[in-house]
């Protein structure tokens, strides 16, 4: 086995250098299961943000379902197969109805970019509404209409065909208090007016119903039921980026954007489909698949595969006898009221936000001028990872602790993370 040392020179020569670690002293994690990761030394982590492995890592169910499919078949979309339409249709029935038509794709980027070709053939237009600060993926295209790259460092900044309405962010956003929905709802039907004085049409407007690299920020009510009719009214079409935040995580629904009632036109999915393995979907309506389906054959060579889809159904599968979308709920609102507990002991805690397992802690110097404390974001990072617990970072600030672990986090998980949060912000007072 290769010492840290070893790895780290190899990266060095053959791999990308924007590629980044995390954590001052990277992690050398060799096994995991459930919701703790171990190091080659055998130390035990609390895994308090790895949401790809959904239903916890290395689930003995998952790794049968996908063995066993690999030793009986892998093969493409090409073939009669009942792997890939028996999970489409289970996927389609977790959805509101109309959602019924499946594209199955590798990655969330790879899901996006198809949701944006799909949009601009049904519109025969280009023009998108993003909200700032939003990561999309990393395709070219997804650069484009993903603020969070194009307006950060080495970006290039947006294209004239993508509209960038202000982070719609009750905390610090340009709009606060109770009138800012719809303040930022004006936003909106000013990007629309835009377009429209081109005498162009939306296309899509695309959205996370939690913004997930935007810093687990929680939309304001009604905000998204307005803005997707307008959307909607003015010809376009809406896509919900449930790439983070599906499957169960928000807790109270399956969906995120269902917090809302709101039901998109597209829906893109991936992450926690596969567990880990590459699998991801877009789900559309008939009508906007149909128009797609115009000469021009959709294939993907990997997208569909039986083993692929064979690993999703054991998601959903897990999801279900597990009740972890209930866990979620169950455990999250656990972790919200303790957290709340600790902002009122810690002045530098100035927003606790979130649902079910998808929760944000945003730090600040000072709760009045919202200065971000992201010098001592990176500290409890660091000092929680001494201490045995895995956590991020993100947020245009770089002040936002996330926190969305593998869905079978339990409530003693979470006072454990209490107690080791609430010791290192102490340490940090002294
Ligand atoms: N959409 C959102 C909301 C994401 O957070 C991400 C990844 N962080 C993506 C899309 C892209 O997914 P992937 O990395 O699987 O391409």
Redesign the pocket.
């Known amino acids: 086995m290769l010492n840290p040392k070893e790895i780290q020179d190899l990266r060095n020569q053959h791999l990308g250098p924007s590629l980044s670690l995390s954590y001052e002293k990277p992690v050398y994690i060799v096994r995991g299961t459930g919701q703790y990761l171990f190091d080659a030394d055998g130390t035990k982590y609390l895994d308090c943000v790895n949401n790809i492995q959904h239903v916890g890592h290395s689930h003995p169910r998952i790794i049968s379902a996908a063995r066993k499919q690999q030793e009986k078949l892998n093969t493409n979309t090409r073939y009669l197969d009942d792997t890939i339409v028996l999970y489409a249709e289970n996927i389609t029935n977790t959805l509101p109805s109309g959602l019924d038509v499946c594209f199955f794709t590798n990655?969330?980027?790879?899901?996006?970019d198809l949701a944006l070709r799909l949009a601009r053939n049904f519109t025969k237009s280009k023009q998108t509404i993003v909200l700032d600060s939003?990561?999309?993926?990393?395709?070219s295209s997804?650069i484009e209409i993903s603020p969070y790259k194009h307006a950060g460092p080495g970006g290039t900044g947006a294209p004239d065909f993508v509209h960038t309405i202000p982070v719609p962010d009750p905390y610090r956003g340009k709009y606060r208090g109770p009138k800012c929905t719809e303040n930022y709802v004006q936003e909106v039907q000013r990007a629309i007016n835009t377009i429209q004085s081109q005498n162009l049409r939306p296309s899509a407007f695309i959205v996370?119903a939690i913004m997930?690299?935007g810093g687990q920020i929680l939309l304001p009510p009604s905000f998204l039921s307005d803005a997707f009719k307008l959307v909607q009214r003015a010809g376009g079409v809406c896509i919900a980026?449930e790439?983070?935040i599906g499957f169960g995580r928000v807790g109270s629904h399956f969906w995120g954007f269902e917090t809302h009632n709101v039901v998109p036109d597209i829906v893109?999915m991936?992450?926690p489909m596969g567990n880990g393995h590459?699998l991801?979907a877009v789900v559309t309506t008939r009508e906007i698949a149909h128009a797609f389906d115009n000469g021009m054959e959709y294939f993907n060579s990997f997208g569909g595969n039986p083993v692929s889809c064979a690993i999703g159904q054991a998601v959903l599968d897990i999801i279900r006898d597990e009740n972890l979308q209930a866990n979620a709920l169950d455990v999250g609102s656990h972790l919200l009221i303790q957290l709340n507990t600790l902002k009122s002991k810690h002045d530098l805690i100035g927003d606790v936000r979130g649902a079910g397992l998808f929760v944000g802690i945003e730090l600040v110097k000072d709760r009045n001028t919202l200065e971000p404390a992201y010098e001592e974001v990176d500290y409890i990072i660091n000092k929680m990872k001494d201490k045995g617990l895995l956590l991020s970072k993100d947020g245009p600030n770089h002040n936002v602790i996330k926190i969305k672990p593998p869905l079978v986090f339990t409530k003693e998980n979470v006072d454990f993370l209490i107690k080791q949060l609430d010791e290192t912000l102490e340490s940090r007072k002294l």
């Open positions: 990655s969330g980027s790879e899901s996006n939003a990561y999309h993926g990393h395709l997804l996370e997930g690299c980026d790439v983070q893109t991936g992450k590459p991801s």
